[in-house]
């Protein structure tokens, strides 16, 4: 019987402080050019909510941090696959920023931060391999088709996947675009699984574009022109990156359903990453026109929670995952024998989908 990577077990983290749009009502928005905004802030409020419908967002509380998330969405993955941690054979933790303490926006990396999380789950193991994976927004779904490489190759049979990552820290307060960024961590359990017939992992397809593509987000100093230092924050531009996704992901994501062998037809749900829900909605409308499925609807296959967690960057998809998972979101559920796509794009820019059957 063939081998296939299954995912046995899942968990999360969802900080406990609940910032709503109202809360930046005081806050003072700065242009590109350093320059208040013209508008005033129920105003930008009101268009940013009408473009990426999140009300609400979660931010870490002061005394934890990546690492930490990291560590309490693993350890319920691990609970949840009831597994010995010390049988893991990898852990790869996906995040962009390392470890930022609170009120100091600089990145501590080392050690990586899959070694902390080793660390706090007490692993002695000397054969589980702990290592980060910086790939943007896609970063976690990246570290599961790393995982599945790794299982198929017979190098492994047990791998621990996180994406966490702490975008309140790192988002620049006097930038429109702090406001779509928020805090959380997803893991999940991969396991290698014998079957007769193809089960988890189906197949998957990633790319990188960089030749012009390559600062659609990066890192830079803040747009207020008075800020005591030249601390670095995210930024993003949003037109080219709009623009972008909608050319690369809909192409993707349908070539990779068509490498599994099937039809959008069959995919139960596509579990995108929560970026933004104009741009999601989009994007799935244009899978749907590639295969000529106009029966589809996209509130039945998306599942959305940017509404009220915001974009947590490379927790997104996990997040969502688990959320189903746990009955959590009623209106959304995985059988036997569905089959999920997964899919992420951000900064690099990266774009990757993998196609799931459910065993």
């Known amino acids: 019987m063939a081998v296939y990577s299954v995912i046995t077990g899942s ?17 003072s928005f700065i242009n590109e050019k350093g320059e208040k905004i ?6 930008i409020i009101r268009k940013f909510q009408e473009i990426t419908d999140i009300k609400e967002r979660r931010y870490l509380k002061p005394e934890y ?28 933790f996906a995040h962009n920023f390392g470890d930022i303490l609170y009120n100091n926006q600089k990145s501590d990396l080392v050690p990586a931060l899959a070694s902390r999380v080793k660390h706090l789950l007490k692993i002695q193991n000397p054969n589980c391999v702990a ?38 820290r790192i988002a620049d307060p006097h930038d429109i675009d702090s406001m779509i960024y928020s805090d959380g961590a997803g893991a999940v359990i991969v396991e290698a699984r014998e079957s007769e017939k193809p089960i988890g992992i189906i197949c998957h397809k990633t790319r990188s574009d960089t030749y012009s593509e390559a600062h659609f987000l990066k890192m830079d100093i803040s747009y207020y022109p008075e800020y005591e230092d030249n601390t670095l924050f995210m930024k993003m531009n949003g037109r080219k990156l709009y623009e972008y996704a909608l050319n690369t992901v809909p192409l993707l994501v349908t070539e990779t359903i068509k490498k599994a062998g099937i039809d959008i037809h069959d995919v139960k749900k596509v579990l995108i990453h929560q970026a933004n829900a104009k741009m999601d909605e989009a994007i799935i409308q244009r899978v749907f026109k590639l295969f000529g499925a106009d029966d589809l609807r996209s509130e039945e296959v998306m599942p959305m929670t940017i509404s009220k967690l915001g974009n947590n960057s490379v927790a997104t998809v996990p997040i969502l995952y688990d959320m189903i998972i746990r009955g959590e979101m009623p209106e959304h559920s995985f059988q036997s024998g569905d089959y999920l796509v997964f899919a992420s794009v951000g900064a690099g820019m990266n774009v990757n989908a993998f196609v799931y059957k459910v065993p």
Do not use: H
């Open 38 to 43: 013209p508008k005033t802030n129920e105003e």
């Open 11 to 27: 968990g999360k983290y969802i900080p406990d402080i609940v910032v709503k749009n109202e809360d930046f009502l005081s806050k």
């Open 131 to 168: 290592y980060d994976l910086p790939f943007g927004c896609p970063g976690w779904v990246q570290g599961v088709i790393q995982a599945d490489y790794y299982i198929k190759s017979g190098d492994a049979k047990r791998v621990l996947v996180i994406g966490a990552e702490n975008l309140s």
């Open 65 to 92: 941090n990546t690492s930490d998330m990291g560590y309490f969405a693993a350890k319920e993955a691990i609970e949840s696959a009831k597994i010995d941690p010390e049988t893991l054979d990898y852990i790869i």
